[in-house]
């Protein structure tokens, strides 16, 4: 989801009932402030997140919003679906139809989903030259061993794309678990990762984007981020 911004006059404009050749006198006498300060060009930069003050009015005062979700399986990382549940029917809040998901989970897949109306910053966490890791908990059907450490740590080539993915760490919890981080979000990435050994991974859950975690939150559960994370 993206959002432009626009000139100050512009805006205001659009936004009352003064024309665009009012909008120099109401900045030279001080009646538009951006952001708490006096305006002082016609061509300041208005984003969705700018407070825009006209004498006593209020233009616009959106607020950016963070939401974490501890996704159940079978529930879909969409907003809108006509057969299954959404994650965005298992959030309560007046804002929820402003967001959208920051970093998808599968149909079957679990665990940590950001929802924002902060268009900058779910690119940010989602472009790999931010270099934000995704840690995830995966079940194999079969066993996990060292050769699989190293082949993840060189990057793991797939022929389709003709890429290697990006170093990713991973973690032997169990013969058959494993905790596995990364910084991409290729399709289906850690599915195919283990595919290269021919191993299916059993189920997914992920427990962190990069310092957010679930901390806690229940399955199926949800809350207000606060700051950018």
């Given at each position: 989801m993206t959002y432009k911004s626009t000139r100050l006059d512009r805006f205001v404009s659009q936004n009352?009932?003064?024309?665009?050749?009012?909008?120099?006198?109401?900045l030279a006498q001080k009646r538009i402030r951006v952001d708490g300060q006096a305006a002082d060009s016609i061509q300041q930069k208005v984003s969705k997140f700018t407070h825009v003050m006209l004498d006593d009015h209020c233009l616009q005062n959106n607020q950016p919003l963070y939401i974490i979700l501890n996704k159940p399986k079978g529930v879909?990382?969409?907003?809108?679906?006509?057969?299954?549940?959404t994650v965005l029917d298992l959030i309560d809040h007046p804002l929820k139809h402003e967001l959208h998901i920051a970093g998808r989970l599968d149909f079957n897949s679990t665990g940590l989903v950001l929802l924002t109306n902060d268009g900058a910053w779910s690119r940010k966490i989602s472009l790999p030259a931010t270099k934000l890791s995704k840690t995830y908990e995966v079940t194999l059907s079969k066993p996990v061993t060292g050769e699989y450490v190293k082949a993840f740590q060189q990057g793991i080539y797939f022929a389709?794309?003709?890429?290697?993915?990006?170093?990713?760490?991973?973690?032997?919890?169990?013969?058959?678990?494993?905790?596995?981080?990364?910084?991409?979000?290729?399709?289906?990435?850690?599915k195919r990762m283990f595919g290269y050994f021919q191993n299916?991974?059993?189920?997914?859950?992920?427990?962190s984007v990069g310092d957010i975690t679930l901390d806690g939150l229940a399955v199926g559960e949800w809350r207000v981020l606060g700051g950018s994370g």
């Amino acid at each position: 989801m993206t959002y432009k911004s626009t000139r100050l006059d512009r805006f205001v404009s659009q936004n009352s009932s003064y024309k665009l050749s009012d909008i120099q006198l109401l900045l030279a006498q001080k009646r538009i402030r951006v952001d708490g300060q006096a305006a002082d060009s016609i061509q300041q930069k208005v984003s969705k997140f700018t407070h825009v003050m006209l004498d006593d009015h209020c233009l616009q005062n959106n607020q950016p919003l963070y939401i974490i979700l501890n996704k159940p399986k079978g529930v879909v990382s969409a907003t809108k679906d006509p057969e299954h549940t959404t994650v965005l029917d298992l959030i309560d809040h007046p804002l929820k139809h402003e967001l959208h998901i920051a970093g998808r989970l599968d149909f079957n897949s679990t665990g940590l989903v950001l929802l924002t109306n902060d268009g900058a910053w779910s690119r940010k966490i989602s472009l790999p030259a931010t270099k934000l890791s995704k840690t995830y908990e995966v079940t194999l059907s079969k066993p996990v061993t060292g050769e699989y450490v190293k082949a993840f740590q060189q990057g793991i080539y797939f022929a389709y794309e003709d890429i290697t993915t990006q170093p990713a760490q991973l973690e032997i919890l169990s013969p058959y678990k494993a905790r596995i981080s990364l910084v991409e979000g290729k399709y289906h990435q850690v599915k195919r990762m283990f595919g290269y050994f021919q191993n299916e991974v059993l189920s997914l859950h992920r427990i962190s984007v990069g310092d957010i975690t679930l901390d806690g939150l229940a399955v199926g559960e949800w809350r207000v981020l606060g700051g950018s994370g």
